[in-house]
């Protein structure tokens, strides 16, 4: 009886002594998933301390824009025929700025090139390229959110110029300013996605300048540009 009793003492012992390593193994392995789970969830909220400092980013955006013109055409042998607005082009743009303490608004530089073809008749007869260096200004609401709206202003230089084979072109450049809106997602506590829009105005200089049909027969095209509309996907990174 003894002996039994001592037996089952042994292997109740052997039995503790086995599980123990194990017991501590799944404890590790616990604190190690809340730990885990715990820098995920904080990977997804900017912390207090961050929001309440300048943080620099860096984006870009990219999308489909309207290039407004008034163009016109004015045949040697007589006759005028007016274009039709520029066709839906796209544009590209990289941005470079800082969010503000408790990322309520943001300031940044951005380049934006646009290019759109001009029409006359039915038929694609130059394309029009607008470079543009503006300084913008953002308003977000809600911004302890992770959807935030926003609303701004922005202003700059722009330099716009047609592109085709003709031996003249158009060349404008000037000052120019314009509004923006859009919807901004925080996808974690560095990376930002968003959606928005953009209306510039451009230099709007009328100049005369040479081109030619397509019989070769000298025509002479006044333009003007009126503005620059814009619909973009964009994505930022904060350092």
């Known amino acids: 009886m003894s002996r039994l009793i001592l037996k089952h003492t042994v292997l109740s012992s052997a039995l503790v002594l086995a599980l123990f390593p194990v017991s501590c193994w799944a404890d590790a392995v616990e604190k190690k998933a809340e730990k885990e789970a715990q820098s995920a969830s904080e990977s997804f909220v900017t912390p207090?301390?961050?929001?309440?400092?300048?943080?620099?980013?860096?984006?870009?955006?990219?999308?489909?824009?309207?290039?407004?013109?008034?163009?016109?055409?004015?045949?040697?042998?007589?006759?005028?025929?007016?274009?039709?607005?520029?066709?839906?082009?796209?544009?590209?743009?990289?941005?470079i700025g800082t969010y503000m303490p408790d990322e309520r608004g943001r300031v940044y530089y951005s380049f934006e090139y646009h290019t759109a073809t001009t029409q006359f008749e039915g038929k694609d007869a130059y394309d029009t390229?607008?470079?543009?260096?503006?300084?913008?200004?953002?308003?977000?609401?809600?911004?302890?959110?992770?959807?935030r709206p926003f609303v701004g202003l922005h202003v700059g230089y722009a330099f716009a110029e047609t592109d085709s084979d003709f031996p003249?072109?158009?060349?404008?450049?000037?000052?120019?300013?314009?509004?923006?809106?859009?919807?901004?997602?925080?996808?974690?506590?560095?990376?930002?996605?968003?959606?928005?829009?953009?209306?510039?105005?451009?230099?709007?200089?009328?100049?005369?300048?040479?081109?030619?049909?397509?019989?070769?027969?000298?025509?002479?095209?006044?333009?003007?540009?009126?503005?620059?509309?814009?619909?973009y996907l964009g994505a930022n990174y904060r350092f």
């Open 48 to 95: 207090e301390s961050v929001k309440k400092r300048l943080r620099y980013f860096a984006g870009v955006r990219g999308g489909a824009s309207l290039i407004g013109n008034d163009d016109s055409a004015i045949f040697a042998q007589g006759g005028t025929v007016d274009s039709e607005n520029s066709g839906i082009g796209h544009f590209g743009a990289f941005d």
């Open 129 to 147: 390229q607008a470079m543009l260096h503006l300084i913008s200004a953002d308003h977000f609401f809600q911004p302890d959110l992770n959807i």
């Open 168 to 231: 003249d072109n158009y060349e404008d450049s000037g000052i120019v300013f314009g509004v923006q809106a859009g919807l901004g997602w925080e996808v974690t506590q560095r990376l930002a996605l968003e959606i928005g829009i953009r209306h510039t105005v451009l230099p709007s200089k009328r100049q005369a300048w040479q081109a030619e049909t397509d019989t070769g027969d000298a025509v002479t095209v006044e333009s003007q540009l009126k503005g620059v509309s814009s619909a």
